[in-house]
């Protein structure tokens, strides 16, 4: 079992940044972060849940079109982290945001973490 902890949501204003962490923890014996692809989901009210960024295990990225040349991935496999360093905000990037972990089939989600851009 993989456990995924996001952090760093909040309010903000139209332009600004968030940093959005998610931790991740496996109660399995061998673990290891660093065999999972890993992405940031967004569920807005009343909207299906989407991709916003992800990181293969070799590295590849992918970005939504909503993302591109404001968003950045990072993951840190070291620390068991990733990152989504998110830039000039806009209110129709409100939404939860979802760390997600996939292996062989299976996926992980984290509970989430609110953000809310404000115009």
């Known amino acids: 079992q993989v456990q995924l902890v996001e952090s760093g949501g909040g309010l903000v204003q139209t332009g600004g940044s968030l940093k959005l962490s998610c931790a991740a923890s496996?109660?399995?014996?061998?673990?290891?972060?660093?065999?999972?692809?890993v992405g940031w989901y967004r569920q807005a009210p009343g909207k299906q849940r989407e991709l916003v960024a992800g990181?293969?295990?070799?590295?590849?990225?992918k970005d939504a079109d909503s993302a591109k040349g404001r968003f950045t991935i990072s993951r840190d496999n070291d620390k068991n982290m990733v990152y989504l360093q998110m830039n000039s905000l806009k209110p129709e990037d409100t939404a939860v945001y979802y760390c997600?972990?996939?292996?062989?089939?299976?996926?992980?989600w984290g509970q989430g973490t609110q953000v809310t851009v404000s115009s």
């Open positions: 496996g109660s399995q014996i061998g673990f290891i972060f660093s065999f999972f692809d």
């Open positions: 997600n972990a996939a292996i062989s089939n299976q996926n992980f």
């Open positions: 990181i293969t295990i070799s590295g590849v990225r």
